[in-house]
Nanobody, 123 residues
Framework: QVQLVESGGGLVQAGASLRLSCTAS????????MGWFRQAPGKEREFVAA????????FVAASGEGRFVISRDNSKNTVYLQMNSLKPEDTAVYYC????????????????WGQGTQVTVSS
């Protein structure tokens, strides 16, 4: 029952920052855990970050540790992914996802997905 739309992607140089946004519609956003995942061409979709319903608990994959921050604003039905010090290997389509219950790193445990936003980092 949650529809998600990502925005904020683009083409940037290595070392730059981007903030991705995911805006949700539906009645269950405030009680949903949210995740960010990414998928590069020819690769499996991989976990990037997740956040619980209140925003009080967050997880970031090792690939983004120290560089990426996930946050949410339930009053705006929006989850964010702040990406700093971007590297060429961060190039991928970034997706947000929602699920009931606790945040997880497993793709199959999320029920709703956005269409994705392209992030390209040049060297």
């Amino acid at each position: 029952q949650v529809q998600l739309v990502e925005s904020g992607g683009g083409l940037v140089q290595a070392g730059a920052s981007l903030r991705l946004s995911c805006t949700a519609s539906g009645r269950t956003f405030s009680s949903s855990a949210m995740g960010w995942f990414r998928q590069a061409p020819g690769k499996e979709r991989e976990f990037v970050a997740a956040i619980n319903w209140s925003g009080g608990t967050t997880f970031v994959a090792a690939s983004g540790e120290g560089r990426f921050v996930i946050s949410r604003d339930n009053s705006k039905n929006t989850v964010y992914l702040q990406m700093n010090s971007l590297k060429p290997e961060d190039t991928a389509v970034y997706y947000c996802a929602a699920r009931g219950g606790a945040p997880t790193a497993r793709v199959v445990e999320y029920d709703a997905w956005g269409q994705g936003t392209q992030v390209t980092v040049s060297s």
